[in-house]
């Protein structure tokens, strides 16, 4: 059954083949010629003044010396621009040093207020307000976990920032006392 399809298809193939090769070398149609002949004969040449080869031109081209221009012709990247021929003096513009930062300490979000010594002992605590909130903190303690209390003196305060290891001093800020109740 297989062989039989095959010889089906092999007859088909050879059919449009016959038509192909009929349809493209069938000889042309005497009256397809008269519009080639008539075409041929209004044909008329083109008016040259010295039909003769241009061998000055073509010598001047041959003499031709390629000299390159710096560019790499199979590259897109433009070569670097040529030195300026008679570069003027320029006076160098002064650049001025960066200043170096100097790193300060953040200063404490809240008021040293006061201070207080522990009986039957030498730490001195530190009292801290920040409005409503009070805190008490003895030396080499930390407040707020940002700030280690180094020094309670009489009259300011020494800390560390504990992020940054930045110190810093607070002054103690007296209270006024408050209105009186008259």
């Given at each position: 059954m297989k062989?039989?399809?095959?010889?089906?298809?092999l007859?088909v193939?050879?059919?449009?083949l016959?038509?192909?090769?009929?349809?493209?070398f069938?000889?042309?149609?005497?009256?397809?010629?008269?519009?080639?002949a008539?075409?041929?004969?209004?044909?008329?040449?083109l008016?040259?003044?010295?039909?003769?080869?241009?061998n000055?031109?073509?010598?001047r081209?041959?003499?031709?010396?390629?000299?390159?221009?710096?560019?790499?012709?199979?590259?897109?990247?433009?070569?670097?621009?040529?030195?300026?021929?008679?570069?003027?003096?320029?006076?160098?513009?002064?650049?001025?040093?960066p200043?170096?930062?100097?790193?300060?300490?953040?200063?404490l979000?809240?008021?040293?207020?006061?201070?207080?010594?522990?009986?039957n002992?030498?730490?001195?605590?530190?009292?801290?307000?920040?409005?409503e909130?009070?805190?008490?903190?003895?030396?080499?303690?930390?407040?707020?976990n940002?700030?280690?209390?180094?020094?309670?003196?009489?009259?300011n305060?020494?800390?560390?920032?504990?992020?940054?290891?930045?110190?810093?001093?607070?002054?103690l800020?007296?209270?006024?006392?408050?209105?009186?109740?008259?």
């Amino acid at each position: 059954m297989k062989q039989k399809k095959q010889v089906a298809a092999l007859a088909v193939l050879l059919v449009i083949l016959g038509l192909v090769w009929f349809f493209y070398f069938q000889q042309p149609d005497p009256s397809d010629s008269t519009d080639v002949a008539s075409a041929a004969q209004n044909h008329q040449l083109l008016s040259v003044d010295n039909p003769q080869l241009h061998n000055d031109g073509v010598e001047r081209a041959r003499r031709t010396e390629y000299k390159s221009g710096g560019r790499n012709i199979f590259s897109r990247e433009l070569p670097p621009p040529p030195p300026p021929k008679n570069p003027k003096p320029v006076d160098p513009i002064p650049i001025p040093k960066p200043q170096p930062v100097v790193p300060t300490v953040s200063p404490l979000p809240v008021k040293f207020y006061g201070y207080g010594i522990v009986p039957n002992g030498t730490i001195r605590e530190a009292f801290f307000t920040d409005g409503e909130d009070i805190y008490v903190v003895p030396e080499g303690q930390v407040l707020l976990n940002r700030f280690r209390i180094l020094k309670i003196g009489n009259v300011n305060l020494e800390y560390e920032e504990i992020s940054s290891g930045l110190r810093g001093t607070a002054p103690l800020e007296e209270q006024g006392a408050p209105p009186s109740a008259q």
